[in-house]
């Protein structure tokens, strides 16, 4: 009876070593997992971080286009008024010449 049970305490004790053992075995493969995730992560990020990027700088070109546009559109409206109102100063310098160089021959005899 005495072998019986010490061949059951071998057995399980055998068992036991097996289980430790094969614990042992899965703590390295989630260690390796966890390695692998960790690298899969960081390219992940990477490759997001990139396209980000593109996005961002095309969003960017997009509002900078879209500002150049209107200061443009805003510079030539700005020169269309600027030469009306210089065709106008020169219609009335043309229109009242004679007038404003009587007054200054005028201006000038009296003193």
């Known amino acids: 009876m005495a072998d019986v049970a010490e061949s059951k305490v071998t057995g399980i004790i055998k068992s036991l070593n097996g289980l ?3 614990l042992d075995s899965l703590t390295g493969k989630v260690g390796d997992m966890k390695k692998q995730l960790n690298v899969k992560t960081l390219s992940e ?13 095309k969003e ?3 509002m900078i286009n879209a ?13 269309q008024d600027g030469d009306s109102k210089l065709a ?3 219609s009335n310098v043309n229109a009242n010449f004679d007038d404003m160089v009587k007054h200054v021959v005028s201006t ?3 003193a």
């Open 20 to 22: 430790e053992d094969d």
């Open 45 to 57: 990020i990477d490759t997001l971080l990139e396209k980000t990027r593109e996005m961002a700088t």
């Open 60 to 62: 960017s070109e997009v």
């Open 67 to 79: 500002a150049k546009e209107k200061a443009n559109s805003e510079s030539a409206k700005i020169a």
């Open 88 to 90: 106008e100063i020169e």
């Open 108 to 110: 000038i005899l009296k």
